[in-house]
């Protein structure tokens, strides 16, 4: 970073405007978590290749709850061995140091973010998280953690019959389903805290956008309001993206090429003063 983009920051971070921090796959790939949009999320299922596209449907989810639940399953056990990496432990020092000015939007499913530190009031999961699941009929907004009766399952595991016991709806009984965005669904604000994303977006001074390139929705709207209210956009990324085209076009805004875990710690350090 160069001497005035590091007086930036540090002069927004001693101002009293919110530091809105978007993350996407990319900080969790540090922790060994694939992006399940490409190949690693392909499901097989007799002789027939599912993509996740395909996978990750309501549609899908009604023709065929129980393989639709074993990838969810699958996924779930991948992301529970990986571990927090220093990007996101650099993400909870900064909540830390900056309390309710501070917001974490994340597109991964992950927990990670919960896991290293972060609080849930602060951390927005805008597409859900895979260790939890609600009600398929919507009888409640309520969201229950997967009871920890139900294992992770490998590829070629099936749903077991105590599986689908405990894969119910604690309130009316009726099936569960994974509490994830799917992709033929919209977002909301009560699970997915769509309204309330854009209106922190008005209130930011400094986007730090981690990991993504910007390929939903939800995301591209945030950054997009971050930029028409003159907030400072910066984007950490190993490549060139939308994002980072975009923060290179926002006022004083810039990118930075790198990867997350080291250069999250490297920021913390310039925005915090070192008064950590
Ligand atoms: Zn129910």
Redesign the pocket.
């Known amino acids: 970073m160069r001497k005035e983009q590091q007086r930036l920051v540090q002069d927004i971070a001693a101002g009293a405007g919110k530091i809105t921090v978007l993350t996407g796959a990319g900080i969790s790939a540090e922790s060994g978590i694939p992006t399940f949009r490409g190949p690693e999320g392909y499901w097989t299922v007799g002789s027939k290749v599912y993509q996740p596209q395909e996978m990750a449907t309501f549609h899908m989810f009604c023709q065929m709850p129980d393989e639709v639940w074993k990838w969810y399953l699958y996924r779930m056990g991948v992301c529970g061995t990986a571990t927090p990496n220093s990007g996101h432990l650099a993400l909870v020092a900064m909540e830390h140091f900056f309390g309710d000015r501070f917001t974490l939007i994340t597109q991964n499913v992950d927990g990670l973010h919960l896991r290293a530190g972060n609080s849930l009031p602060r951390t927005y999961q805008i597409h859900g998280n895979v260790f939890h699941m609600r009600?398929s009929?919507e009888?409640?907004e309520q969201v229950y953690p997967i009871p920890e009766a139900v294992l992770p399952k490998n590829k070629e595991e099936s749903l077991t019959d105590t599986d689908r016991e405990h894969l119910r709806?604690p309130?009316?009984g009726?099936r569960s389903r994974p509490h994830i965005l799917l992709f033929d669904e919209s977002y909301n604000e009560h699970h997915y805290h769509f309204y309330s994303s854009l209106s922190v977006a008005r209130q930011t001074a400094l986007l730090i956008i981690v990991g993504t390139a910007g390929a939903t929705n939800l995301p591209n709207q945030v950054a997009r309001e971050v930029y028409r209210n003159n907030g400072v956009i910066v984007d950490v990324n190993i490549e060139a993206n939308t994002f980072s085209q975009l923060a290179q076009s926002s006022q004083h805004g810039f990118s930075i090429t790198g990867s997350s875990s080291t250069v999250l710690p490297a920021l913390l350090e310039i925005l915090t003063g070192g008064t950590l």
Do not use: E, Q
């Open positions: 009600c009929l009888c409640t709806c309130n009316c009726a």
